[in-house]
């Protein structure tokens, strides 16, 4: 009766363990539970063949660079441009001043800082030109950044400020004044 009221009990026979059942078949040499030490895991896979270097033109003797993008070559120009383009500031501030407190024709002064720009260009070319022959050529370095010419038409820009300056007689006087009390 007990099956009438249970319609989901099922009969069970018990069988008794069998060896191999339920569990995966043995390989050679294999045991549960421990890794082989010192031999790979599949004796039947190949190694992989050794790959020798192909020149690709960069860093071998005898062979020229590559040669780099514009887009490379004016980032190269943008780093350090920023000591540039303080000291340009500078520059043109002290020409505003010194330009102003001549109370005359700005044509003159218009066409010294005109001038001063194209020497400071000038010389950030030629910073360039020794850089690349004593740096690229000689030791054979690759530069990635301009800050050196920048930096040397920052000094050139500040000691032009500073001139125009020393030839305004109002701040030269207030200078004296400052360093005198």
Known sequence: MADQTQPWAERTVEVPPQAGVGVPPQRDGFRRGVAPVGQPRNPQTVPFPVV???????????????????????????????WSAAAGLFAFVCWGIWALSGQGDLSGPLLVLVLSLLVAVGLFALSRLI????????LGRVRRTARGAHLATAVFLV?????????????VSAWNWISTN
């Open 52 to 82: 020798e270097p192909e020149p690709t033109g960069t860093g071998w003797p005898g062979e020229p660079a590559p040669r780099r993008p514009l887009s490379w070559r004016l980032a190269q120009l943008r780093r350090g441009g920023e």
């Open 131 to 138: 850089g690349r022959m004593v740096l690229e050529r000689q």
């Open 159 to 171: 000691g032009l400020g500073v001139a125009w300056l020393q030839q305004t007689e109002w701040v």
